[in-house]
């Protein structure tokens, strides 16, 4: 089956520091890559869009300057939180999609989360 | 966005079945019936969607009223390892855009 992989799956930072986020498709071709947060005991939310060789479309709230995201190849995503600060303690989850050639196009295809901690 | 309306959680005793309930009352006739699953602290994952017709697979049933204003997820024999959340969600067209996540039903399975 299709495997989404993320790196690392777990960060502790300090206050101030960045970290970036790798989500990679490992078997298949992903056009589209979307980012979720998710708090403790609430649902995914997500913060954003990317497709391969384009700038991503972020959703009402997130801040693009904050939440930097690349989507340089079709098997790779990255998710950099810049001057991370402890509200932005989460867990961040990637999905991909195949492009319309791949098996199952209907289906999204979830990471295995990364937990960030800024201290 | 056509919304979807879960039990916060719901019980169920190993190796009975389990009926997860879904409304989606505002459903449109182009909206898919999806369903995921989130084990405790990993992403969510594929279970089974469906249109109109009820749908089986390996791991669960989904049965979708005549009318399409809800849908049941139905496991045939739980197991601890079906302890999760499950995400009723509606995905236009069935195409290629993001899922939109509401609050899902925890499951508890007791052994």
């Known amino acids: 089956g299709a495997v989404v992989s993320q790196h690392p799956s777990w960060v502790i930072c300090k206050s101030g520091t960045s970290v970036k986020i790798e989500c990679r498709s490992l078997?298949?071709?992903?056009?589209?890559m979307f980012w979720y947060r998710q708090f403790p005991k609430q649902s995914l939310m997500l913060m954003a869009t990317s497709n391969e060789g384009s700038k991503a479309t972020y959703e009402q709230g997130v801040e693009k300057d904050k939440f930097l995201i690349n989507h340089a190849s079709l098997t790779l995503s990255t998710l950099t939180v810049t001057s991370a600060h402890p509200e932005d303690s989460s867990f961040y989850i990637c999905?991909?999609?195949?492009?319309?050639?791949?098996?199952?196009?209907?289906?999204?295809?979830f990471g295995p989360g990364t937990r960030l901690t800024v201290t | 966005d056509a919304k979807t309306t879960q039990p916060n959680s719901m019980e169920s005793n190993e190796e009975e079945p389990v009926h997860l309930p879904c409304n989606h009352s505002t459903i449109s006739g182009t909206d898919y019936i999806h369903w995921y699953r989130q084990l405790p602290s990993q992403g969510p994952e594929y279970v089974i969607h469906g249109l109109t017709s009820n749908v089986n697979n390996r791991m669960a049933s989904l049965a979708i009223a005549e009318d399409r204003k809800s849908s049941t997820l139905i496991l045939h024999r739980a197991t601890l390892r079906d302890a999760a959340v499950y995400y009723c969600i509606l995905r236009y067209n069935n195409a290629g855009n993001m899922l939109t996540f509401g609050g899902g039903t925890r499951l508890m399975v007791k052994p």
């Open positions: 078997d298949f071709q992903a056009t589209t």
């Open positions: 999905s991909a999609m195949p492009g319309l050639a791949g098996v199952k196009a209907y289906e999204q295809y």
